[in-house]
């Protein structure tokens, strides 16, 4: 299961009552992916100079790829 399928499935296991028109949690999502987006990019070490920093920015790029929903 990805990210965004496991963020929707828990937004609709929630009861938060949303309005029933498509897309409602969807746009409940966005704002928390968009958190999380850059809470994990602050992590991102900009000049990578350590094998530790190397090893940080890769994970960061998986996360990043997870979060959007893609394949690692």
Do not use: C
């Not at 828990?10 to 928390?32: D, N, T």
């Not at 968009?34 to 991102?44: A, G, M, P, T």
């Not at 000049?47 to 790829?65: C, E, H, M």
């Amino acid at each position: 299961m990805t990210f965004p399928e496991l963020l929707i499935s828990a937004i609709q296991s929630a009861e938060i009552p949303l309005r029933f028109e498509p897309g409602a949690e969807e746009a409940v999502a966005k704002p928390v992916t968009e958190l999380i987006r850059k809470w994990i990019e602050s992590h991102n070490p900009e000049n990578p100079r350590s094998d530790f920093d190397y090893g940080q920015k890769a994970l960061v790029a998986r996360l990043l790829t997870e979060l959007e929903g893609g394949d690692l």
